[in-house]
């Protein structure tokens, strides 16, 4: 059985499986939760730090994402440590310096105690081309937002097991989605695990998910071109890229509006006015805590936000 690795957000796991191990992104298990986090800000590393010190996630070691992304994870990363656990702290280079990425990546490979298997590498790639096409059929309306996030959010870890992850892709089914207007949903992913469910209720095609994008547009088949890759990843540099990129995509999607989703006690919050500034189209901001059913106040937002985009000419 491989020995499990958490990551507490984006970590190359092409190099993890590469390494002999299976990546599980903590993050996932967090929206079908019930648990009530002792201490908390953002309930995202509150909920799978409490499951890791509970004994409720499975993991032997675990890589915490502590620059460039995430300061509650880096806190919450190191009270696991604390109880015992094999903790590394990657770090992302904030100026996007190859070389500095590439020493991470070597840290990082020690870590995880080397390189085993370089065919993991092409066989991960081949993965994120599956996903990239299964983004580009709910682009073309050819599947449901809702099933093609299910399956692109998983792409930080590949569900642990590339060969069942792959059967998950394959059985992604495709279908004429009826739709009034096509969105965005740019920030953290939604805490609701019904998020897309409740938009495609209202008419809403969410046509770009910002994050799992990152998943699949980031990748590499050796040390020097995953830091070239990864120097890229936009939550973790500045935000003039990261618009740039939102941008681009917004356009090339020919999405009609934005969905700005934040997380209580997170900084990529503050990030809204530079959206509202630089991005020209309507946006919705809307935000979450703990996870549950989207409550009834986000739908009525929803609902209200699809309509005002139906009357606009
Ligand atoms: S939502 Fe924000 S604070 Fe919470 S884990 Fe993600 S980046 Fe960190």
């Known amino acids: 059985m491989k020995e499990t690795v958490g990551i507490t957000a984006l970590v190359p796991p092409e190099l993890i499986y590469a390494c002999g191990k299976r990546p599980m992104d903590v993050n996932n298990v967090v929206p079908e939760s019930s648990l009530s986090p002792g201490s908390k800000l953002c309930a995202w590393t509150a909920i799978w730090r409490d499951m890791i010190l509970n004994g409720g996630l499975d993991i032997d070691s675990l890589v915490v994402v502590a620059g460039g992304d995430c300061h509650n994870a880096l806190v919450d990363g190191q009270k696991v440590e604390l109880s015992g656990m094999a903790t590394h702290y990657f770090f992302y280079p904030f100026d996007r310096d190859t070389d500095y990425l590439r020493s991470q990546l070597e840290k990082l490979t020690r870590f995880l105690g080397g390189i085993k298997d370089e065919r993991m590498f092409s066989l991960i790639s081949d993965l994120k081309l599956k996903g990239r096409a299964l983004d580009e059929l709910r682009v073309n309306d050819r599947a449901r937002a809702s099933d093609v996030f299910s399956a692109l959010i998983s792409f930080s870890d590949m569900a642990g097991d590339p060969d069942v992850f792959e059967k998950m892709l394959n059985s992604v089914p ?111 901001t809307v935000q979450g805590d703990l996870p549950r059913p989207s409550p009834e106040q986000l739908k009525l937002r929803l609902e209200a936000f699809a309509e005002m985009m139906e009357v606009m000419p």
Request: include cysteine; charge should be negative.
């Open 174 to 284: 495709e279908t004429d989605v009826e739709y009034s207007s096509r969105v965005a949903l740019i920030g953290v992913p939604p805490i609701y695990p019904d998020f897309h469910e409740t938009a495609e209720s209202f008419g809403l095609h969410v046509v770009y998910d910002e994050l799992p994008y990152e998943f699949l547009r980031l990748g590499g088949s050796d040390l020097d071109s995953l830091a070239r890759s990864y120097r890229d990843y936009s939550f973790a540099g500045p935000i003039k890229n990261r618009v740039e990129l939102i941008k681009n995509e917004l356009q090339r999607r020919r999405v009609d509006g934005v969905i700005h989703y934040t997380q209580f006690a997170c900084h990529h919050t503050l990030e809204d006015e530079i959206f509202r500034e630089h991005l020209d189209y309507p946006i919705l």
